[in-house]
């Protein structure tokens, strides 16, 4: 069992609708971690939130929008995408700055 | 910037056998943090191994043991005795002392036959 839930699985969205991922961990980790991965290639990072703040945005399009809600939750709103932006995306939390990060099992998001 | 190459695409290795997955990693940083990274078909990334850099003493974790050499930038994964389980995509990573961003490198798919 995963300690990092991510919800939906799977999500298969048009490019009009509005969606949102969601991810939660009850292991007290400080900072907690958005990723978005393609087939064969490694995660990249989107974003880092570290004590519910928004620590690291990499130039991510606006049409992602992150929330932390509180320290156990991460949100991501998505709205307008593209079909390019159709991979999996991970979420990962860390206690602290050198350990290593806990990964979710990730939403496989379709955009038709 | 810090950079993570992994230079192997592909490995194979026999059921029972050893072997080993090559990282190298440029930068200039004295406190940093390297790991590796198991990505099975089922898709979660799960944590190997860690290294600290400042730690001479090359991290085991059970089968697996790296061969870190801080001079060469060299991160290496052994996998003793393999298993079927073992098959997955290994990514080799980095981490600055510094920062919260988790580097990685392009990954080595590890097939297991029996």
């Known amino acids: 069992d995963t300690e990092v839930t991510q919800t939906p699985k799977h999500l298969v969205m048009g490019m009009t609708n509005k969606k949102s991922l969601k991810c939660e961990q009850h292991?007290?980790?400080?900072?907690m971690y958005w990723y978005k991965q393609k087939a064969k290639k490694p995660p990249e990072l989107m974003f880092v939130?570290?004590?519910?703040?928004?620590?690291i945005n990499e130039s991510v399009p606006s049409r992602f929008s992150p929330e932390c809600p509180n320290s156990s939750l991460l949100n991501l709103h998505l709205h307008a995408l593209q079909p390019e932006d159709s991979a999996l995306y991970l979420c990962?939390?860390?206690?602290?700055?050198?350990?290593?990060?806990?990964f979710g099992d990730g939403t496989r998001l379709s955009i038709l | 910037a810090q950079t993570v190459t992994q230079s192997q695409p592909e490995m194979s290795v026999q059921e029972a056998e050893t072997v080993t997955l090559s990282c190298t990693y440029d930068t200039s940083e004295s406190d940093y943090y390297l790991f590796w990274y198991k990505q099975p078909p089922s898709r979660q990334m799960i944590l190997v191994i860690r290294?600290?850099?400042?730690?001479?003493q090359n991290a085991t974790e059970n089968r697996f043991s790296v061969n870190f050499q801080k001079a060469a930038k060299s991160f290496s994964l052994k996998i003793s005795d393999s298993q079927l389980g073992d098959a997955a995509m290994y990514f080799c990573?980095?981490?600055?002392?510094?920062?919260?961003?988790?580097?990685f490198g392009t990954g080595t798919r590890l097939q297991v036959f029996p």
């Open positions: 292991m007290g980790h400080r900072a």
């Open positions: 939130y570290s004590y519910e703040k928004l620590s």
């Open positions: 990962a939390s860390s206690p602290l700055r050198g350990s290593g990060q806990h």
């Open positions: 990573a980095y981490r600055s002392a510094y920062t919260d961003k988790l580097i």
């Open positions: 290294q600290e850099a400042y730690k001479q």
